[in-house]
């Protein structure tokens, strides 16, 4: 990249005509700033270093360019005054070439000023960056034979008595939350447990009222059976006392026992009869 760019350069230096001129010496500058600027379009890693540099040089080449065309611009109104007083005596011509030479040795010490100007505003300010670094330093890092043992001993018991007091805090904290809450894992997995027993809750309700109006509509039927048969009481009382032994699980065991205190064997007969006739 380096020499693609130097031959690059080398071409345009050679289009350019010789120096001599102001306008000429602008376009040679041209060229090498238009050089700088493919160097930082070519180079990632210092690209903004590049670029910085080259813009504090093009800072500087601006006022030294400010500086000769001010100088050449007086100049060139002597010349225009000197050609237009058509002088004719040589000692007029001898006070312009003086005062020429006076305003060219006046523009080299301003240049020479400006480049003794420019030098000590960079030391004073590198000076003035390495002094308030190690100011900065000398700050933050506190030598440790200036401080005495007696406030290091201070200072390390106020910040033990500080963690101490934090440890409580935290250890209150903790109780606290073991004591008044629970992990909101828990109540979720009580909320789906919830849910599911209001699901079965229902179901079950459901289930319930499905076995009720079947269980009215069995006895309805039964009841419209019964009349029909033309049955006596007593076999009506004991078809009602064998369903309802039935219907109420928990009392099945009492009145089956009830049942085989008063009933015979021809009760059983009987029994046995109703229940073929009702299958």
């Known amino acids: 990249m380096i020499n693609r760019l130097l031959k690059k350069l080398e071409m345009d230096l050679k289009q350019c005509p010789p120096t001599g001129e102001n306008s000429l010496s602008l376009k040679w500058l041209e060229c090498f700033s238009n050089s700088f600027e493919d160097l930082i379009a070519n180079s990632p890693a210092f690209g903004n270093i590049l670029k910085t540099i080259k813009a504090e040089y093009d800072n500087y080449i601006s006022y030294l360019l400010d500086i000769h065309l001010t100088h050449g611009k007086i100049l060139q109104e002597e010349i225009q005054q000197m050609s237009k007083g058509s002088i004719s005596t040589q000692l007029s011509l001898s006070q312009a070439k003086h005062k020429m030479e006076e305003l060219e040795s006046t523009a080299v010490k301003l240049l020479e000023n400006t480049e003794k100007l420019q030098k000590e505003i960079t030391e004073e300010t590198e000076a003035a960056k390495a002094k308030s670094i190690e100011s900065i330093s000398e700050e933050q890092v506190e030598p440790v034979s200036s401080r005495s043992s007696g406030d ?59 076995y009720q109006r079947s269980s009215s509509e069995m006895e309805g039927y039964l009841k419209e059976a019964i009349v029909e048969a033309d049955t006596s009481d007593r076999d009506v009382r004991r078809i009602w006392r064998k369903i309802y032994s039935r219907k109420h699980l928990g009392e099945s065991e009492d009145i089956n026992k009830v049942d085989e205190n008063q009933e015979s064997d021809e009760d059983d007969d009987h029994e046995s009869k109703w229940n073929w006739y009702i299958s």
């Open 152 to 210: 290091l001993y201070h200072e390390v018991e106020e910040l033990r008595v500080a963690i101490l007091s934090r440890l409580d805090e935290l250890n209150g904290m903790r109780e606290d939350i073991l004591a008044n809450y629970v992990p909101v894992s828990v109540c979720h997995n009580l909320e789906q447990c919830i849910r599911e027993t209001e699901m079965e809750l229902q179901k079950l309700i459901k289930q319930n009222e499905y």
